[in-house]
């Protein structure tokens, strides 16, 4: 095993460096992997093959990664069969003609950002949904895609970190959880995690941002130069039927997430399965349009099978990235570059910038591995200690890993949440990350500077 060094930062670092430079994520997240397996067999060939079929096999008897990978190819059947319905059309024709909701490029992107703050129950359907929308949108104003991708993926992960009915806050009581059983928390896990919310500075700047750009028509750095593009010619769906064939999917989505969550929380929201609730909830969606879409003769059962079909296959690509992504977690965790991150935070650093410094220690390792989720288990454990080593507010301290898993996994282009963001707004992932920066960084300014301020106001 690999002591925690500056080698452990090489994987990543040629991950993100391939992926801005060949725009072929699968290339640059396996050779992120591969890189990372040498250095764990000491550069063995024969060990180092041996080990990444070891991986991979590994990964594939996960059960939470088979159901993340089932979600993605079922929310691509079922954005395809909502699309084919006409569901689609007939929302977009609703806010479009019959009401007159949408009469600009700052009125369609701020639907977009309407529906990416209502929908808050996953990142992911987050995304999908406001991409689904958005899209015809952009098309008949002209918006270049980047635009939406950015509303996407500005509005997915920030609220769903706010609002926490929904697997990050499954995550984060468990984790806090642990940190009351060893002692260093005396507070109720439910309130120390509400508490740590008041904290997520990122989330809320993000969001604000995000609306300020939208509404104020705010373009700086790459988006000044982001333009219009024809789709590809994939013929959109000229059917244009009830906006309920749409409304009614989604709703079911939403509120079956609330009830699986229970379901498998035994009761309680905030401790059920997250990707069992995920999974659950889009297998069920899509027998319900198979009820729904067959029985009111909106499609055959035919059409309705090959759109299926249709849909899940393209999403193929991303339940691939999504593979190499976990397994890139599952090397920098190995390699403990988390572990190294956060051993160069000097123990002497004065408490008003212990919060400052979680954040940024905790954005660098998000956009490292790509993952909020691996950042939280990474840094909760450390920061907590920390705060109460230190006499520090301990909610400040797990308020600043969060905003800073969910900055760094914005930023990052091996990120799951900006790769679907990107597919979903059918946007190229580089264009995408390079347009989102500049905005992310100043709302990760912002945020570095609040927890300066509220330590020192203590």
Known sequence: MLDPSYLSLIPS???????????????????????????????????????ISTLFSSLMQEVWILKTLAFVILAGSIMALIEKSGGVGGFVDFVLNRHSLVKSERSALMLSYILGVLIFIETSITALVSGAVGKPLCDKYKIPHEKLAFVCDS???????????????????????????????????????????????????????????????????????????????????????????????????????????????????????GSSAIFYTMLTTTLFTLLYYVSSKNMSLKTWTT???????????????????????NVTGELKTGVYLSSLADDNVSVYLLGAIIFLLSSIISFSTGTSW???????????????????????????????????????PISDTTIISSMASDCELIAHVKTQLPYALISGSLAFAMFVLFALLR
Do not use: W
């Open 155 to 273: 509005t997915s992960a920030p609220i769903g970190s706010l609002i926490v009915l929904n697997g990050y806050g499954a995550l984060l009581l468990g984790l806090i959880t642990t940190q009351i059983s060893l002692g260093y928390i005396e507070q109720n896990a439910t309130e120390m995690l509400i508490s740590a919310l008041k904290y997520n500075f990122y989330a809320m700047f993000a969001l604000l941002i995000t609306f300020i750009f939208i509404y104020f028509g705010v373009n700086i750095g790459a988006m000044k130069n982001a333009t219009y593009s024809t789709p590809s010619p994939r013929k959109h769906n000229e059917n244009i039927k009830s906006m309920y064939l749409m409304l009614l999917p989604v709703f079911m989505m939403i509120a079956l997430v609330f009830i699986f969550l229970y379901i498998t929380g035994n009761g309680n929201i905030l401790k059920g399965s």
């Open 374 to 412: 691996g950042t939280f288990s990474i840094m909760v454990p450390i920061a907590v200690p920390m705060a109460v080593g230190m006499d520090a507010n301990i909610a400040l301290c797990i308020g600043a890993v969060i905003s800073g898993g969910i900055f760094g996994d914005h930023c990052s």
């Open 13 to 51: 670092l040629l991950a993100i460096f391939l992926a801005l430079y060949t725009k072929n994520v699968i290339i640059s997240l396996f050779s992120g992997v591969l890189v990372g397996l040498l250095l764990l067999n000491n550069f063995a060939i024969v060990d180092t093959v041996l080990a």
């Open 307 to 329: 759109t299926a079909y249709s849909g899940a296959k393209s999403f193929v690509p991303i339940a691939f990235i999504l593979v190499f992504a976990f397994a890139m977690g």
